[in-house]
């Protein structure tokens, strides 16, 4: 079965807190999971969470300034039927975004993640870099923050998921059927600075066997 996207759910707040957690959803088992953020405050993200209990990777951290982005993810997940995703921080940070993808059709005998890029930079033409995948269906997922409100267009071959999330975030996503290294662009309508990561996610072909450990893996969440 290939990669396709189920459902998304989101939430945004601008106080000051330590966490934030997206609307309930129903999350099926063996699904896959990828949850993008977008903070201000130079914090690191300490953990995602959600009601059934699955354990979420954190990928490296896009990291400005005064704002980051950044995606986590959650593979051969538990299902629920009213699952609520937590994002927490270190510390209080404001203007918070969460927004969270759920896949079916990903690798479930293996982790699923296939390559990851952050990138940060001006003007309205946005690119998180290039990731290269080995499998043919897979799905590549963009988060996209400028300082300001924003209103975000998607990319070549690229669908939106968020055009103005919390007013200044958008996602988006591909979903592949040839193997390659791909760009990740995504486009906004100000010159501002801006924050962006990606990461692709590949289906069963190919993969390696390798057993879910559950071990949670913190990458480049420094400050």
Not at 69 to 85: E, H, L
Not at 92 to 101: D, F, G, Y
Request: glycine share 10%.
């Amino acid at each position: 079965m290939p990669i396709a996207r189920v459902n998304n759910t989101t939430a945004n707040n601008s106080t000051s807190s330590t966490t934030i957690a997206a609307a309930a959803a129903n999350h099926t088992g063996g699904n896959l999971l990828v949850v993008m953020l977008k903070w201000e405050g130079n914090v690191a993200l300490s953990s995602v969470t959600d009601t059934a209990g699955n354990t979420y990777t954190l990928k490296t951290r896009s990291n400005g300034t005064t704002y980051s982005t950044q995606i986590a993810y959650a593979w051969n997940i538990t299902g629920n039927a009213a699952n609520v995703v937590t994002a927490t921080w270190a510390a209080a940070v404001t203007w918070k975004v969460i927004s969270v993808e759920q896949y079916s059709g990903a690798a479930t005998a293996a982790d699923p993640f296939a390559a990851e890029s952050v990138a940060g930079g001006t003007g309205t033409a946005v690119d998180a870099g290039n990731v290269t995948t080995t499998v043919a269906d897979a799905v590549i997922c963009v988060v996209a923050s400028d300082l300001n409100s924003a209103t975000w267009t998607a990319g070549a071959s690229f669908t939106i998921i968020n055009s103005g999330l919390g007013g200044d975030t958008g996602t988006e996503d591909r979903i592949l059927t040839a193997t390659g290294t791909f760009a990740t662009p995504i486009t906004k309508n100000l010159t501002n600075a801006w924050r962006a990561a990606a990461a692709a996610f590949h289906g069963p072909g190919g993969a390696p066997p390798a057993a879910k450990t559950g071990q949670l893996t913190l990458l480049g969440a420094g400050a």
